[in-house]
């Protein structure tokens, strides 16, 4: 069901099997890529920042920007029993999705220990499009055991996604020729004729902001690009890497695997990976609709009460507090958890984390030792930290129908 | 009649912030504003349809992310973007990039002179030693060396810890820093001509001083020790324009209950039994309260809306002689296109942050000759930004808007005074001096607005258009800002304060002023202190 990058060794590059994979917006992405910043996901190279990571968060919160998310995997569920299988693979109650809507999803193992988190789209009664940020084809045939009617097709490597994030996005796609983008609500899908192809927009994002996503057949990708650019240019258009969308998220107060939680089916030791309510996705988890993978484990463990919760931490000072040991007094004799991802949030002036914490611990005090190293020297700073609700970033435009030009 | 808790004089801002803490401390506060705009200096408005100035003030880096954090100036509506790249105009189509990005950087200085490009690190990391020393006075009152209060000790203790901490050679550097010249200052690091220029023109901004006249090199500091998210001497634009600033301040008073009244220009502060006691508005109306807190410069506080009898000998001398001289202009432009520029390549992170037409050392200081003899320059020096490149929210999309810095430019003229004719003058003289360097940038002009330091003075109250509310030089800083004796914005006569940037630690947006004086009369008044301590990020 998947077509292979080439790998076979050619003549010329005796390297070419151990090279990452392009994305289809590789050449605009690489001429731009100034500091030959690279990392990789999914076998394809993907940048970590094209300039400077802050200039590029703040083109995603004050401008328009663009996040290459080809690598993300996609898959087409298609069939009769395309909805049950999903239904029954996620935790959430999709059955109840209108149509060219979208809405974000985990899914679990037996254990209700969630394997990863991902977005489904209907696109009709009996098609879906499901995309998540590691592989998930296993998973999914597995899902679709004892259901008759059902088609799993992956996409990935066919259909180029563009993430375009930031405050003059819905200007520039107007320009653009969209006509009527500004009706679509958060989560809504519209698709539009583009060069001969189809452009599906979703307004979803990773950025906590007003963004689109931008789905397309990869060999018009670069055809969306250029056009994207030459109008985005008069609205500070720029693209963004990992590290800068790694901020937006964080202040959004989104999750990101590898950081608030490690893939179920990828963990070695006993729960060192995480049940949704663990993430303080409790609102994910629908045990009024039919039966879904995890749910047992995941009824008793809402009745026991998660061991650790996802919490956002507003910390005194301005020292990131990444991989931060919290504890409950500021002698730091009594440990009760740890900082997934800590920043400086430019955006709301505060110093912001994501941390797991012992649920019991959670209203009690709790302190930070954050080390950090100066001019070689390490050092210490024990600070205050305060729970946080809300998200750190949450515009109003965000949520605004129609969003306004800026 | 309604009594006021206090009564704030001047909605820019640091009134603002000012009457902010005092609100939050359950104090009942009205700010008085003679305009019928808000913002003072930290002002945005839109002259020309779509295009939006930043009138006086252009860029944000002093602006202390304590006072950002604490009064929730983010949910207020404030954000602070910084802007990338910055190009030195030379002589003879000579060219200095300054990239965002340290090795770029060391490239380019290394072009120019691989000397320079060495000297660099040394400059940077005794200039960020300097402005860190500074920092931590930022948000504290300057301890009075004269008095004997367990308070004052503890601070002199406080800064002399601080300032032992430098090191034995550091400690004679500093003290030889505070009273030099930038030009002297860089000699000692660079040998190239335009380097040295396009770093010492920070010392002269806003100054009526030249390179070379003693005390600039502390301007120079004063102009790199701020910040932005921590990067120190970044420099950032507030989205929407300086007004955004004080738009988000006034925001954050209002919703602690605290009042704001445009269009009253105040009279003059009325003092009874030797205390103040409220203040006449132009218009006939008077309002009463427990305290009053001017944030007028500290000259126009005591010469123009005070009795003199009501002052103690002395103090109007003082404010009469307060050195506040006016040196700088003020041209926006609004522009149909994005202007080019000779010799700097089309590469977007550089070719629209700022620009500065500099000229050379020599020519830096022949415009101060100019400014000394009562006229303007025809070789001024321009501190250029294009806020539009970044803020999708001040222009038009593809129109700009091109801030410009005028150094410098006499309060008063030789020739007599400034009429519009003149100011007109002196506005075509910026825009012939840009086109040299960016042929074809008068076609681009769409609207202007010229402000010499006549107009600033007129329209925003500082006093010969000064932008500091006084210069920054030694004999008015700490303990001296604005007069000895008088540092800790208490003023000589009892429950008159003061919060301007006539105040330590002086100008530069940075809301300093206003959240210290606060600070000082809340403690006057026994309340519980509202003002925060500063989080330096160096600490």
Known sequence: ?406 | MKRYDAIIIGAGHNGLTNAAYLARAGLDVVVVEKNDYIGGAAVSRELHDGWVYSNCSYVCSMMRQAIHRDLDLSRHGLMLVPYLGNVSFGEGGQVFQGYHDEQANFLELKRHSPHDADSMHRFQADLTRYAQFIRKTLMRTPPDPASFKPRDIRELIFLGRQFWTLGEREIYEYIRFFTMSAAEFLEDYFENDLIRASMATPGIIGTALGVYSPGSAYILLHHVMGDVDGSIGAWGLARGGMGAISNAIASALQAAGGEIRTGSGVQQIIVRNGKACGVALENGDEINAGIVVSNLDAKRTFTQVMDRNDLPPGIYKKAKNFKIRGSSGKVNIALSGLPKFTNVPDNRYINRGGQAFIGSMDSLERAYDCWKRGRWSDQPFIEAVIPSAWDPTVAPPGKHWMSNFVQYCPPKLADGPWTTEKRDAFGQSVVDRIEQYSPGFSDLIVHMEVRTPHEIENEVGLTEGNIFQGELTIDQLLFNRPFPGYAQYRMPVKNLYMCGSSTHPGGGVSATCGANAAREILMDLRRPNTVPEDDCYDE
């Open chain 1, 1 to 406: 069901m998947n077509e292979i990058a080439d790998t076979t060794p050619n003549q010329t590059d005796p390297f070419a099997g151990e090279r990452p994979m392009q994305s289809p917006f590789h050449p605009r992405q690489a001429a731009l890529n100034l500091r030959e910043s690279w990392s990789a996901w999914n076998g394809y190279r993907f940048a970590e920042c094209y300039y400077d990571p802050e200039f590029e968060y703040f083109c995603v919160r004050n401008a328009c920007a663009t996040y290459d998310i080809c690598p993300m995997q996609k898959y087409f569920v298609t069939g009769a029993d395309a909805e049950a299988m999903l239904n029954r693979m996620v935790t959430r109650d999709i059955s109840k999705m209108k149509m060219n809507r979208v809405t974000y999803v985990v899914w679990c193992n037996d254990e209700g220990r969630m394997i990863d988190d991902g977005t489904i789209f209907k696109l009709a009664p009996d098609r879906f499009m499901l995309t998540c940020g590691s592989s998930c084809v296993a998973w999914l045939k597995m899902s679709s055991f004892g259901f008759v009617n059902v088609h799993c097709e992956d996409v990935s490597d066919q259909m180029a996604g563009l993430s375009f994030q930031g405050p003059s996005t819905c200007a520039v796609l107007k320009k653009l020729g969209l006509d009527g983008i500004e009706n679509a609500k958060p989560f809504d899908i519209r698709h539009f004729p583009f060069a001969g192809g189809e452009l599906m927009v979703s307004r979803t994002g990773f950025t906590g902001d007003l963004g689109y996503e931008l789905w397309i057949d990869k060999s018009l990708a670069l055809e969306l690009w250029d056009r994207l650019y030459a109008i985005g240019a008069d609205y500070g258009i720029q693209p963004f890497g990992e590290a800068a969308t790694n901020m937006a998220r964080l202040e959004a107060g989104f999750i990101m695997p590898d950081m608030e939680f490690n893939e179920a089916l990828k963990t070695v030791h006993l729960r060192h990976d995480h049940t949704p309510f663990e993430l303080n996705l409790g609102w994910l988890v629908d045990f009024k609709k039919p039966h879904f993978n995890g749910r047992s484990a995941l009824w008793a463990e809402k009745q026991r009460g998660p061991e650790y919760i996802l919490t956002k931490l507003d910390i005194e000072g301005n020292k990131p507090a990444q991989h931060s040991w919290l504890y409950a007094n500021k002698r730091c004799t009594r440990e009760i958890g740890y900082v997934t991802s800590g920043m400086w949030s430019p955006a709301a002036k505060a110093n912001i984390a994501l941390a797991m914490i012992r649920s019991e611990y959670v209203k009690g005090e709790i302190w930070a030792s954050i080390d950090y190293e100066k001019e070689l020297r390490q050092y210490t700073k024990i600070a205050r930290c305060t729970v946080q609700n809300k998200p750190f970033w949450a515009p109003a435009r965000a949520r605004a129908t129609p969003p306004g030009d800026f």
